[in-house]
Structures are given as C-alpha cells and as structure tokens.
C-alpha cells in the first residue's frame, strides 16, 4: 500500500495560489473610499458550505477588502448544490445576486462546465481554469474517545458486532463510496480504479448495504462536528477542520485520525450572469483574496490538516476532482436510487 506524504499547506496553497493571481486577467481592487460608503452599496454575497472557515475568512479577506475599497460583503449559506447556484447566478430573473463561490473543486468544476461559474485565465496548477484553489483540507474518522482512546479504522467502522452503535457518513456519494471500499479492503491507490468499473461500484454499494440500518447521514462540515458534538453517532467520517473548529467540541472528547483519511481541495468560482459591473466588482475581490499577504494571513490563522498521530505517519488518498467530473451525475442518480431502498 502506498503511503504519499502530505505536502506543507501553507508551501502548497501560496504555491498554487501564485500561480492563480498571474494567470487571472483582473483588476486591482477599487482604490478606499473609506467605510463609510460601504453602507450605500449593494453588498457582493460570498456564498459556501463551510460555515466553519467563515471566521477566518472574514479577517483575513473581507474586512479588509472593505477597508481597501469601501465594498461590503456578506456571507450566504450555501448547500453546494447546482440548482441553488443557477437559481442566484446564471437563471436568476434580475440578474445574479451572488458573486463568488466556495466550494469542493469538483463542485467548481461541474459548475464551469455547465456554465455556472466564469472560466478564468488557465495555469499550470488550474488549466482549465475552473476555479482558483482556496484550500486544501481532509475526510478524516472522527470517533468519541470515551469508548476508546485508540484510534478506529475504516474497517472498525463497519464492525457494528465489537462497536455498537451509530455510524455518520456523507449523504453524497463524494468520499462515501471511497470510504466503503477502503473499510472493504480495496487499498487507496487503486480506489478509482475500482470505481470506474460496474463491478467496483456494485462492491461499493454491497459494502454500504451492510451498514445501512446505523447510519446518520450529514450534508455540511457544520452538521458532521454538530452530530459528533451530541454524541449521536459512536464515530463519523468528518472534516477534521470542520471538528476541531466546532465551538462545541470539548463537550465530548472527540478524536481525529489523519490515516486513511481523504485530501480534497477547496475553490473560488466567480458566479456567472452578473452584470459587467457587478462582475468587475466580483473579480477584483477574488484578485484581492488570492493575493500572498492575504493567504499568509488566512493560513497563519487557519489550519485545514489534521496531525497525524506520533510516530505513525498517515496514509492519505487525494480525492480525483477529474474522476468525480466526469462520474458525479451517474453515481448521483444511483446513490439516491439506494438512498431510497431500490438499489
């Protein structure tokens, strides 16, 4: 089994994101018009699903970028889903009312690709310039420590016999379909592989099957460390980020695990339907987010990457953006199928 070494978060993401800022064609943001102005206009609406990272966001993007240009911005919930975005960007009747997203970069891609986020100038780390990475961050095992101190694998998480109780897992297929075939013993590297074949995603959803009676699904980083949080699962795949920023954590002692755990990347799209000006508005605040002084900042205040235990390095699998673009819809279709009891 291969066991690829994370790469530095803060090196990989000011790297990646160097490359965005010389690769995106806009402007520099709008010279201060103090704050004052701020309240007499229109807000651009920064729209996500990681309700976690909105703190950090904040201080090191938007309210600076409020006191440089006399723009306000607000955050809306997001729930990562095409048909929300149409509804507020390309479809909507008076024009989009949201400006950037940020979301999973196989979410941006599918975007781009129908249209709903503006393609942007390509780099070497984004050639089709679907998106500008914001973060990189990780699916982790998450588990109640006072059933065991030990961390559990993602076999332990199917042993419902030794380790009674309820499971929480993903409500999309992203990551729990990875995650079924890992306890099922498929090793990492060959997890898409096995994906890409009919017999690979019947294993899969076998292997889902199993555990279907003690599953609580979530659908936000937020409901994953709420549901942990509670005590109402014994374990839980989680954003181990979204767990260790919860201002509930502490009310149980919930430990993370980084092996076997799944990397993802996070990344800004602009949202497409704006009017030119609104557009320009939008532009020059993603301009001003990827700036290295501003990353600095966020990534010196914000860590996106579990630890991994002392003398046990952690085996992670880079979840495959390109994978998840071209399969998304079908295994979409075919999780609900199951999700409703008929597959």
């Known amino acids: 089994m291969s066991k690829p070494v994370p790469r530095s978060p803060v090196r990989c993401l000011l790297s990646c994101l160097l490359a965005a800022v010389a690769s995106l064609s806009v402007a520099q943001a709008a010279p201060a018009h103090g704050v004052t102005r701020a309240r007499h206009r229109s807000a651009l609406v920064v729209a996500g699903a990681e309700s976690h990272l909105e703190q950090a966001q904040d201080a090191a993007f ?6 440089a240009s006399g723009q306000p911005v607000t955050h809306r919930t997001w729930d990562g889903s095409l048909p929300e975005l149409d509804r507020h960007g390309l479809h909507a009747p008076t024009g989009a009312t949201w400006s950037l997203v940020f979301a999973e970069d196989s979410t941006i891609r599918a975007a781009c690709m129908a249209g709903l986020v503006v393609h942007l100038a390509g780099s070497a780390t984004n050639p089709d310039g679907c998106g500008v990475p914001g973060l990189t961050t990780q699916v982790v095992v998450a588990w109640d420590r006072t059933w065991r101190q030990v961390a559990p694998r993602w076999g332990d998480f199917w042993d419902v016999v030794r380790f009674p109780g309820k499971r929480g897992l993903r409500r999309d297929p992203r990551t729990t379909l990875e995650i079924a075939l890992m306890a099922d013993g498929v090793p990492p590297q060959d997890i898409y592989a096995q994906l890409a074949t009919d017999a690979g995603v019947d294993r899969a959803f076998r292997k889902l099957s199993q555990l279907r009676p003690y599953i609580t699904w979530w659908s936000t980083p937020a409901e994953a460390a ?9 374990m839980s795949s989680a954003p181990g980020d979204a767990v260790m920023a919860s201002p509930v954590h502490g009310r149980q002692d919930i430990g993370v695990s980084a092996d076997m755990a799944l ?4 990344s800004w799209g602009v949202v497409a339907g704006q009017v030119a000006g609104r557009l320009g508005q939008s532009r020059d605040l993603l301009h001003f987010i990827v700036q290295p002084d501003r990353q600095a900042a966020f990534a010196a205040s914000y860590s996106a990457i579990v630890p991994p235990d002392a003398g046990q390095p952690a085996r992670v699998l880079p979840m495959d953006p390109q994978f998840w673009q071209a399969h998304y819809t079908s295994l979409s ?3 609900d199928i199951w999700l409703r009891g008929a597959g």
């Open 62 to 67: 938007f309210q600076p970028f409020v006191r």
């Open 226 to 234: 709420s549901i942990l949080a509670r005590g109402q699962v014994l």
């Open 263 to 266: 990397s993802y990347g996070l």
């Open 333 to 335: 279709h075919r999780f």
